[in-house]
C-alpha cells in the first residue's frame, strides 16, 4: 500500500469536489475493494472473516465488527505483524509518549472508555495526513473565519482531556514535538483542570480558535461575562460532544464570533463536516457511514438509527470495516442549501444518560433533557449532577448561589424530581444530597448532568 503524504490529500480532497456523482462512487467503490481486499491478505482476524467472501462483494456482505471482539484479536486484527498490544500498553505507560511515535512508525490514540474497555488505535503516516488534510480543506465552514484566523497569527488552544492518549491532546502534542516552534501558535489546557486555571491559560494565551468540548464550553460563559475571562476568538470549535442550538446561540453571543462544530471519532477522523446550515455533510470520499437498527439492518433516510456502521478507507494498519459506532443519526439525500452535494447527518441531541427506574416489576426510562429543565428552573442552583445508582437510589451533587442555604435548596429540588418523576410513573426513589461536588469525568474530562451508573 502506497503512502499518501499531506498535499496528495489535499488534491485528492479538491478533486473530489469537482467529481460527477458517477466518479465520485467508482472512487468510493474502488478504496473499499482495495481497504478489504488489503485487509483479507494482511490481518489474520480479517482473513478468517473473510474466508468465503468472493471478490464481488457489495457492502452489506461484510459481516460487521465492534471495538470488543476487535480489542479481542487485537494482535490478529492490525496488519502489521510486529505490533503487538502487550508492546503497545508498556509503550502506553509513560504518559510522556502521548504524541510520540510507537516503533518510529504509529501516534497512538485511545478512547476515554465511555462505552467499555477503552478502544486503542494506531495511525500510520498516511492515516495522519488523511485526517489533517480533510481537515485542513473542509473544516471551516466559511472562508472568511479562516482568513480572519491567519490574521491573528492561527493561534489556536483546545480544551480537551489529557493525562492519556486522547485524539485531541495527542494530536497537538504530536504536531508541537515534531515542530517545537508553533508553541507559540497552538497549545492545549486540560478539560480536568479547575476553571480558573482554565481561564488563566486562556488568558495567557489569547487564542484566536477556541477548541473543546460543548460541556466545557458552556462553563466558560459566566467566565468570559463576569470579566474573568477576557478573550476574542474569531471562531470556536467544539467537538467530542452534541452542540445544542441554544449553546451554540450563547457561545456566540458572548464570545462575538462563530460557532460550529463537526462529528469525529477515534477510529475514523472527522467523519463529517458542518456546514454553514448546520448539516454534518459525510467525508464520504473517506469513510462510509451505514445507519442502522439494533440488528444491523439498515435505516431508512428520514429515520433514526440505533447505531452507525462505520468503514474507514485510509487506515491500512488497523482495518474498521462495517465497525459498530453507537451513535444515534439520521442520514439526509436531499440537497442542501449550503451547495456540498455529499450525504448529510442529523445527530442525536443528547449528551447525558438516559435514566432507568423499575417499579412494580416495569422498567421505566426518563430522558435527560426534562430532568434538566426542571433543575435549571431552580434559580438557586449554580450546578448540579443527578446521578443515578441502583434500586432507584439517586444522588445530587449541588453547587447553589452565594447566600443560598444548600439544605433548603435540596428540598426545593427533591419536591421538584418528584413530582416530575411521579407523572411518569415512577413514585418509588430515594433521593440523597451528595458530599461531593458535581464533577467532571475523571479520565475523559466531559462534564455530564445526568449520569446513569447502571
Excluded at 55 to 76: G, R, S
Excluded at 96 to 114: A, M, P, Q
Excluded at 279 to 304: R, S, T, Y
Aim: aromatic share 8%; with cysteine.
Amino acid at each position: 500500500m502506497k503512502k499518501i503524504g499531506l498535499l496528495k490529500v489535499v488534491r485528492l480532497c479538491s478533486q473530489y469536489k469537482k467529481m460527477s456523482e458517477g466518479e465520485k462512487e467508482k472512487i468510493r467503490a474502488e478504496r473499499l475493494s482495495n481497504m478489504v481486499r488489503y485487509a483479507k491478505m494482511n490481518s489474520p482476524y480479517y482473513q478468517k472473516l473473510y474466508e468465503h467472501m468472493g471478490p464481488d462483494f457489495k457492502l452489506e456482505d461484510l459481516p460487521p465488527t465492534n471495538k470488543t471482539d476487535l480489542m479481542a484479536h487485537f494482535d490478529d486484527w492490525l496488519t502489521d505483524e510486529t505490533v503487538k498490544l502487550a508492546l503497545v500498553n508498556e509503550f502506553m505507560i509513560d504518559l510522556d509518549n502521548v504524541g510520540r511515535k510507537f516503533k518510529g512508525k504509529y501516534v497512538i490514540y485511545t478512547t476515554s472508555g465511555s462505552t467499555g474497555n477503552p478502544l486503542v488505535t494506531l495511525c500510520d503516516e498516511t492515516t495522519s495526513n488523511v485526517m489533517g488534510g480533510i481537515n485542513m480543506m473542509r473544516s471551516f465552514a466559511r472562508k472568511k473565519d479562516i482568513k480572519a484566523l491567519i490574521k491573528r497569527g492561527g493561534k489556536s488552544m483546545g480544551i480537551f482531556a489529557t493525562g492519556g492518549f486522547y485524539l485531541g491532546n495527542s494530536s497537538v502534542r504530536q504536531r508541537l514535538l515534531a515542530m517545537p516552534w508553533k508553541k507559540r501558535q497552538m497549545a492545549v489546557t486540560s478539560a480536568l483542570y479547575p476553571i480558573p486555571q482554565i481561564v488563566a491559560e486562556l488568558n495567557a494565551f489569547q487564542p484566536a480558535m477556541l477548541g473543546g468540548y460543548p460541556t466545557i464550553l458552556e462553563l466558560l460563559i459566566d467566565e468570559q461575562k463576569s470579566g474573568r475571562l477576557n478573550i476574542n476568538p474569531v471562531i470556536i470549535m467544539t467537538g467530542g460532544e452534541y452542540l445544542s442550538s441554544e449553546l451554540r446561540e450563547k457561545l456566540s453571543e458572548v464570545f462575538g464570533c462563530y460557532v460550529q462544530t463537526s462529528y469525529a471519532c477515534t477510529e475514523g477522523g472527522t467523519i463529517a463536516c458542518e456546514c454553514t446550515e448546520n448539516h454534518f455533510h459525510i467525508n464520504d470520499d473517506w469513510v462510509i457511514v451505514e445507519p442502522v437498527d439494533k440488528n444491523n439492518q439498515p435505516v431508512a433516510d428520514g429515520m433514526q438509527s440505533d447505531k452507525i456502521l462505520l468503514t474507514n478507507l485510509f487506515n491500512y494498519t488497523q482495518p474498521f470495516i462495517r465497525y459498530e459506532v453507537t451513535d444515534r443519526v439520521v442520514m439526509h439525500h436531499q440537497p442542501c442549501a449550503c451547495g456540498n452535494p455529499s450525504p448529510w447527518l442529523t445527530l442525536e441531541g443528547r449528551t447525558d444518560d438516559v435514566l432507568t427506574f423499575r417499579e412494580n416489576g416495569s422498567v421505566i426510562k426518563i430522558a435527560p433533557l426534562p430532568i434538566y429543565a426542571t433543575l435549571k428552573e431552580i434559580h438557586e442552583i449554580q450546578k448540579f449532577q443527578l446521578v443515578a445508582h441502583k434500586d432507584n437510589q439517586l444522588e445530587l451533587r449541588l453547587e447553589t448561589i452565594e447566600g443560598a442555604q444548600k439544605n433548603e435548596v435540596f428540598e426545593i429540588a427533591c419536591e421538584k424530581l418528584r413530582t416530575f418523576f411521579s407523572i411518569h410513573g415512577v413514585t418509588q426513589t430515594e433521593i440523597i444530597l451528595s458530599d461531593e461536588k458535581p464533577k467532571q469525568h475523571p479520565l475523559s474530562g466531559k462534564f455530564k448532568h445526568i449520569i446513569n451508573t447502571e
